[in-house]
């Protein structure tokens, strides 16, 4: 078991709604898709966390060309 699907698990024996989602930050698409989903299911994001497991290259990259509307 992953860590961030432990610490779900966790968080739900305490009997709080919790959520593991893995995915590729990097790809706008699933970005938009997971967001859409999540908003979907509970109207809106409260807590997330966001741990790329990806070269630090590939993440200046990436932040170069995030729109400003994915910190807002």
């Keep these: ?7 779900t698990q966790e968080i739900k024996l ?4 919790s959520e593991f989602i893995k ?7 699933e970005r938009q898709k ?3 989903e999540i ?5 809106k994001i409260n807590i ?12 200046q990259r990436w932040l170069l060309k995030i729109k400003t509307k994915f910190w807002i």
């Excluded at 305490?14 to 709604?17: A, C, G, P, Q």
């Excluded at 997330?48 to 993440?59: A, C, D, E, Q, R």
């Design 1 to 7: 078991m992953e860590g961030g699907e432990k610490v």
């Design 14 to 17: 305490n009997r709080e709604r």
């Design 23 to 29: 995915l590729d930050v990097t790809r706008a698409e």
């Design 34 to 36: 997971i967001v859409g």
């Design 39 to 43: 908003t979907r299911k509970y109207g």
């Design 48 to 59: 997330l966390v966001n741990n790329p497991g990806i070269l630090i290259l590939k993440i």
